[in-house]
């Protein structure tokens, strides 16, 4: 038999990535079930559209934009759970926005970032992940989030001016002068 | 905030961009000049400094709850399904026309003759259970080993065959019997019925070669009617199986139908070790399901076997 049947390429591109997909949807929807369902689905799609990928892709940012798009749909989903539980009863709990909470870090400082950075726009919130987290360049977070890496850059910044901001008056931050 | 100057929000975002590391030394430069002389701003950058130490800080924390092997392990024993279930094809152009060929990570699932396209298309929306996708490249070596055997290049197919597209498992076997018939040699259904055990079955012997999913691979145009005739060939390509014989050099006659030249033919009767000529013994009153008939002498000794020493064809060659 001349011809080895079952390797795979696709092997190496889950050993590469699936170990990064996984913290990324894991930070973004800071639930643990939901980061295993939406990386699995993330590689499973990947699986069956890999082949067509051209040679000279950039695999990890694709594989970014997929995940990236199943948290955003994701997201309308649970909105619209969450909308209707709401108006089908009068239980609060069931309005709840339940991300994200379960953040608890052992880093106080680190912690409170974390906290400012779950309240950011959706966006902003990605792009400042996908970059600072991850490292993405700005052009292959804007092919993610369908805008332009000027777009993408503008994001990350206002993001950043915004977790500045919402540390400025906490104390973990040094400052030079008094205010 | 006291940074009220035009001066100090024009260089705002370089300000960012140099506290988080980002800019080219021509920003650095400005925004420097700029904080030597503003407090407030400078106060500013060390700020974006101090906060990209912060989210160095997120970067490194493992997040808690999660078991990052768990999930990749759930999603290997998922891929593992789907590559059992997927068979990649191509459609290529053949000298016996449009032809399909696919493959599952086990081996060819899939040779098919095609009228069009469209044809390939439901044909493959039939195959429930199976996730189908085109892919060339995955199928390219296929084709090309193909075409050599086409062309004469070759003699043997040796893919490794998937055959969960069959039907049963006494089409499996069928298969299997008829995958061993040798390049050049041809038998009779009710030989192959005979092979596996079920000698009345001979109708459904052909049943089961009509639909074989891998022709040629699994070379069913080796298999006759036992008159002789060429019969049915994946449904109505007889003129296929008359091609595909006489490039393996089977002696062929056009009669009432298509016929192979069984006086032109050497002869192994069932499965001893030689051949012989059509004419030894009581083998031109045989009938087919006891023989297995070669177009020539290499043919019968590729596959094995050995001159007959009674009848000697290697001393007596059938004269062309």
């Not at chain 1, 889950?14 to 295993?36: C, N, P």
């Not at chain 2, 008939?293 to 043919?299: C, I, K, M, T, V």
């Amino acid at each position: 038999m001349g011809r080895v049947m079952g390797d795979d390429p696709f092997e190496a591109i889950v050993a590469a990535h699936h170990g990064e997909i996984h913290r990324y949807l894991a930070r973004v929807t800071a639930r643990a079930s939901d980061a295993d369902d939406l990386s699995q689905e993330t590689f499973l799609r990947a699986f069956r559209a890999h082949r067509a990928l051209p040679a000279s892709a950039n695999v990890r940012a694709w594989l970014f934009a997929i995940a990236t798009n199943l948290y955003r749909n994701h997201i309308r989903g649970e909105v619209r759970r969450r909308r209707a539980l709401a108006a089908a009863s009068t239980d609060g709990s069931a309005a709840d926005p339940g991300w994200p909470e379960g953040l608890a870090m052992v880093k106080e400082a680190s912690a409170r970032v974390e906290r400012v950075i779950a309240e950011l726009p959706l966006k902003q919130r990605l792009a400042f992940t996908m970059r600072k987290i991850h490292e993405l360049d700005y052009e292959a977070i804007g092919e993610t989030l369908h805008c332009s890496g000027e777009s993408a850059r503008a994001h990350v910044f206002q993001a950043l001016r915004k977790i500045r901001r919402g540390l400025d008056d906490l104390a973990g931050v040094p400052t030079e002068s008094p205010r | 905030m006291s940074r009220t100057h035009s001066s100090c929000r024009d260089i705002e975002a370089e300000l960012v961009a140099v506290g988080t590391g980002e800019a080219p030394p021509a920003t650095v430069q400005v925004v420097e000049a700029h904080v030597a002389g503003c407090a407030p701003c400078r106060d500013e950058l060390r700020q974006y400094r101090a906060l990209e130490g912060l989210v160095a800080d997120v970067r490194r924390v493992p997040l808690p709850g999660t078991d990052p092997a768990l999930a990749r392990a759930e999603l290997e024993a998922r891929l593992a399904d789907l590559r059992r279930r997927l068979v990649t094809f191509g459609i290529f152009s053949s000298p016996l026309g449009p032809i399909l060929i696919a493959r599952s990570a086990e081996g060819v699932s899939m040779v098919e003759y095609l009228e069009s396209r469209v044809a390939a298309a439901s044909r493959l929306a039939h195959l429930v259970g199976l996730d189908a996708v085109e892919d060339e490249a995955e199928t390219e070596g296929l084709y090309r080993d193909l075409l050599d055997y086409l062309h004469g290049r070759r003699t043997r197919l040796d893919w490794p065959i998937d055959l969960r597209l069959a039907s049963s498992d006494f089409q499996r076997r069928v298969l299997q019997v008829t995958s061993r018939l040798p390049y050049g040699a041809v038998t009779s259904y009710a030989h192959v019925a005979r092979e596996i055990g079920a000698p009345t079955a001979v109708r459904a012997v052909a049943q089961a070669l009509r639909w074989n999913p891998v022709p040629i691979a699994i070379p069913c145009h080796r298999v006759i009617g036992s008159s002789g005739d060429l019969t049915g060939y994946a449904g109505n390509k007889i003129t296929l199986k008359q091609r595909l014989l006489t490039l393996e050099g089977v002696p062929i006659a056009a009669r009432r139908a298509l016929q192979i030249e069984r006086r032109a033919m050497y002869v192994r009767y069932l499965a001893e070790g030689e051949y012989c000529l059509p004419t030894c013994g009581a083998l031109e009153s045989t009938p087919l399901a006891q023989l297995t008939l070669f177009g020539s002498r290499a043919r019968a000794e590729a596959a094995g076997l050995a001159p007959c020493t009674d009848c000697r064809p290697d001393l007596h060659p059938i004269s062309a």
